[in-house]
């Protein structure tokens, strides 16, 4: 018999060259011990649902009645359900006429695309156009799709941020492209360096790739910064300068936890800017409901909003958009919701208010708890997390510690976030999955446990991580 389309031997060898560490090695073991019995602690996935934070009750109300319509023809659904929720469940299905179970435009329901437009202008100062935004299950799908349009072979880079979060990575692989990278400077709370950047894309050069596109995830994911708008406006010069297209990764948006640097979108700044820039530079942004006090990852809503992007190129953009037929249109619904929450005055309002505000503030100080408790550990620094949902030590092993990694055949990260894994149920991510800096180590953690149980966590966490240093402790050196 002769070897079949599937067999290992003849996949794609872009599909072979994908890895995914979020999804990893960690994570398998982490599932192994869970079906044995041993409680884990899943901190490898910024995914609040599972590890506790309640949904907001208004969209529930919403697209439960979406989802059950004939629920608004029961007399008694006044008794159930806030008069707002029953009128905005008949707003979006009155834009989906075969209802949540019927497909939407490629593009997403044109309803909805106009909510979001209104919440940019809302959030920017500057109009938005519905045609040019995309609804997309999650973000992670409409990144997907931008990449697949940019990168046309093996020569055509990609400038993504190192440490970085391996949707990146992954993708470029998918699609044959080839990842550049530039670092972000620990030292200064993960600070871009566009000294750095600008030799990255010589170098890429120099070695005959064609560097088309440049990735800033703000807030960052997974090192928790937020950009200023000076920094904005650098990133912003330099893609104008080197011609390429700026993805603007800025998920975390609702995610901030200090007041010096607030979210300001790639796109303000940029029309702010104004001159011949603001009309030049393409841009692609993209949000999510899977985060911020939403935290609605399952239900797979996004968009991408096109900037300076020629007529014909959306054209082909839609075209491709056609393949999967429609965005799930649940998603769609909960997108709009995000954009168009209730206002000042509505029945809902106050519930939604006292919800989100008191998920963000506990996020607040469980990013200050999670700061402060890894850096009261041995060999542990950690930088605030300004922004995001994760915290990103570095983690500075001993010698004898990366000699006894290498003999097990484990990269050190690895061998230390095992180890922390077995001791305590704590599943991370090691550094080494995001990218970063030779012979430096890193662990990503999500902030996301549940504050209550935070200060456990921390305690697990150092008594394991001080015990590790006493254990592999080059004595020779002290």
């Not at 018999?1 to 872009?14: A, F, I, S, T, V």
């Not at 936890?257 to 393409?282: C, N, T």
Request: some cysteine.
């Amino acid at each position: 018999m002769g070897r079949k389309g599937l067999d290992y031997e003849d996949l794609n060898e872009n599909v072979k060259k994908v890895q995914y560490a979020v999804r990893g090695e960690l994570y398998l073991r982490a599932s192994e011990l869970q079906k044995e019995g041993k409680r884990i602690i899943f901190t490898n996935v910024g995914n609040p649902h599972a590890l506790g934070q309640k949904p907001l009750t208004f969209p529930r109300q919403v697209v439960a009645l979406c989802q059950a319509p004939f629920l608004l023809d029961d007399p008694n659904v006044g008794l159930i359900f806030p008069a707002d929720a029953i009128a905005r469940a008949k707003h979006y299905l009155a834009m989906a006429p075969g209802g949540l179970g019927a497909y939407s435009d490629s593009r997403g329901i044109p309803g909805v695309r106009k909510e979001v437009a209104e919440f940019i202008q809302r959030r920017d100062g500057y109009p938005s156009d519905p045609e040019l935004i995309y609804l997309t299950d999650g973000a992670s799908k409409g990144v997907m799709q931008m990449l697949n349009a940019i990168i046309r072979n093996d020569r055509d880079g990609i400038l993504v941020p190192v440490p970085q979060y391996p949707l990146y990575s992954a993708a470029i692989s998918l699609f044959g492209g080839s990842l550049v990278p530039y670092y972000l400077d620990e030292e200064a709370n993960w600070g871009l360096d566009l000294v750095n950047t600008r030799q990255s894309v010589a170098a890429a050069r120099s070695n005959g790739i064609t560097v088309r596109a440049m990735v800033i995830i703000n807030p960052g994911n997974p090192t928790g910064q937020c950009l200023s708008v000076e920094n904005l406006k650098e990133i912003l010069n330099f893609c104008y300068q080197e011609n390429l297209v700026l993805l603007a990764d800025e998920v975390y948006q609702q995610n901030v936890y200090q007041d010096e640097r607030p979210f300001i979108s790639a796109r303000k700044v940029l029309f702010d800017m104004g001159g011949p820039i603001s009309r030049e530079v393409q841009l692609i942004s993209f949000h999510t409901v899977s985060k911020g006090y939403w935290g609605e990852c399952g239900q797979r809503g996004g968009y991408f909003e096109m900037t300076n992007i020629p007529p014909k190129t959306v054209d082909e953009i839609y075209k491709v958009a056609s393949i999967a037929l429609s965005p799930n249109v649940p998603g769609q619904i909960f997108m709009g919701l995000m954009v168009n929450p209730p206002k000042p005055g509505d029945i809902s309002y106050l519930k939604f208010a006292t919800e989100s505000k008191s998920i963000l503030e506990s996020l607040r100080r469980r990013a200050q708890i999670m700061t402060d408790g890894f850096n009261s550990c041995r060999n542990v620094v950690c930088n605030f997390t300004e922004g995001a949902m994760y915290s990103f030590p570095q983690i500075r092993l001993p010698q004898r510690a990366m000699d006894t990694a290498k003999s097990a055949g484990k990269e050190p990260d690895v061998f230390y976030c095992l180890k922390l894994l077995e001791a305590t149920g704590i599943s991370t991510v090691p550094g080494s999955g995001f990218g970063q800096k030779e012979g430096v180590f890193h662990l990503r953690t999500t902030i996301l446990p549940a504050e209550e149980d935070m200060p456990a966590i921390m305690s697990s966490f150092k008594k394991f991580n001080d015990s590790f240093m006493e254990q592999y402790q080059d004595y020779s050196k002290l």
